[in-house]
């Protein structure tokens, strides 16, 4: 096996190599022991897979309202044509 082969099982049957059967697995293994590239997309493979099975980030409550009134008051801002030199609240 080589470490394009590994990697494309890896993508097909995952990360964990006690799911492998046998006849992938025990290839895998060896390459594993030798193959300093094979480890490194096996630790990648099992970095994603945590980072896929962590609770999905949420924004603070109220932060799309906060976003929309800064919007408007912004507009507002803007809405009214200025004559120059003319400063707001002129």
Known sequence: MDVTEFEELIDRLGEDLSLWPDDRRSPAEDLLAQSSAAQALLEEARALRHALA?????????????????AAKMNDDTAEPRIEGETAGS
């Open 54 to 70: 962590a609770p999905p980030v949420r924004a603070p409550a109220g932060l799309a309202d906060r976003i929309v009134a800064a």
